[in-house]
């Protein structure tokens, strides 16, 4: 699974270089381990990407990295 993973930033990166992505996760507070792992890789190394991530979560979900509710 971290081979997948691990490709699957620089697949992002480079569809940044042609538009804007957006990723949407919904209930994320019954996210899997495996998910959680690519959503935290993801994050950490697609800052300067044309990303926006959207997540629906219940109260109590602690992603560990910065969430700005809306």
Known sequence: MDKTQSLLVP???????RKPVLLLFEDAHWIDPTTKSLLDRLVARVRDAAILFVLSYCTGFEPGWICVPI
């Open 11 to 17: 697949y992002l990166r480079a569809a940044t270089a």
